[in-house]
């Protein structure tokens, strides 16, 4: 039996597991059944709540100042590095239960320390650290080939520009790559420029599908669209929602809405 609590950002979605001191056996199958939008509690992903010093030493490395530790897992059970939205839900919990107040600290990730900010209600903001530009890539989705830039943010991103209004793109597969180029999977994002630093964009994420929103993909999407105009803040909708992203040069902040909607427990026996 799991203690869950349900929330997401911008309506990427996530169960989360309080699990303080590092109990529970959380097997890939597990995580896949939770996220099972059918058949389980359905999500994109799976945040597990735990204490920094109950992580393994692998896990936990460099990060030791931090109190709580995001154990990110995506849909099909795979481990992840990072996630921007699950960083703000991860971190509304945390005031929500009590367990960090209001105000700045860090979240430890397998990305490293992350910064968050935020208050009693409303939206969180969190330092996601400096998008790295890894050079040009590409990926065929229906036929077609898209060219984008390759940024990391601790974890893999191929931001790609297209003149059309990303809702015609079809999504309901993944975008072929080069394993090679992407040897631990990447992120997929399609973005079209609607404004003056105002962007659109939908993403295929590893191990997860198409999801309504992705934290990491907009600041990816920013820093590509960016290129020499420098620093400034950019608008980012999504399907679910709109981001803020600011680059200031040094590092990035991604702000936006989390929200916890719902909390209960699994039947004995089912996981």
Do not use: Q
Not at 144 to 171: I, K, T
């Amino acid at each position: 039996m799991m203690r869950f609590v349900k929330g997401h950002g911008t309506e990427n979605d996530f169960v989360i597991l309080p699990d303080p001191d590092g109990a529970l056996d959380l097997t890939a199958e597990a995580v896949a059944r939770l996220c099972d939008r059918r058949a389980g509690i359905g999500a994109d992903g799976v945040l597990r709540v735990v204490r920094t010093k109950a992580m393994d030493a692998a896990d936990a490395d460099g990060v030791d100042g931090a109190e709580w530790f995001m154990d990110y897992r995506n849909a099909d059970g795979g481990i992840a590095e990072m996630c921007g939205n699950g960083t703000r839900v991860f971190a509304r919990y945390l005031v929500d239960a009590g367990l960090a107040a209001p105000g700045e600290w860090d979240i430890a990730t397998r990305a490293g320390l992350k910064r968050v900010s935020l208050g009693a209600s409303g939206d969180v903001s969190v330092d996601m650290g400096a998008p790295v530009a890894l050079g040009p890539g590409e990926a065929s989705l229906g036929g077609a080939v898209f060219r984008g830039e390759r940024v990391s943010m601790g974890n893999p991103h191929l931001a790609c520009r297209v003149d059309e209004p990303v809702s015609v793109l079809d999504l309901t597969r993944g975008p072929d790559f080069d394993p090679v180029v992407f040897p631990e999977g990447v992120n997929v994002e399609f973005y079209r420029p609607v404004g003056d630093r105002h962007l659109e964009m939908r993403v295929f994420e590893r191990g997860s599908g198409e999801t309504r929103s992705c934290g990491t993909g907009t600041v990816a999407v920013a820093a590509a669209a960016a290129g020499t105009a420098g620093p400034g803040e950019w608008t980012v909708d999504v399907p679910g929602g709109r981001l803020t992203v600011t680059l200031d040069g040094r590092t990035s902040h991604l702000r936006g809405p989390a929200v916890l909607v719902a909390e209960g427990e699994t039947r004995p026996g089912w996981i």
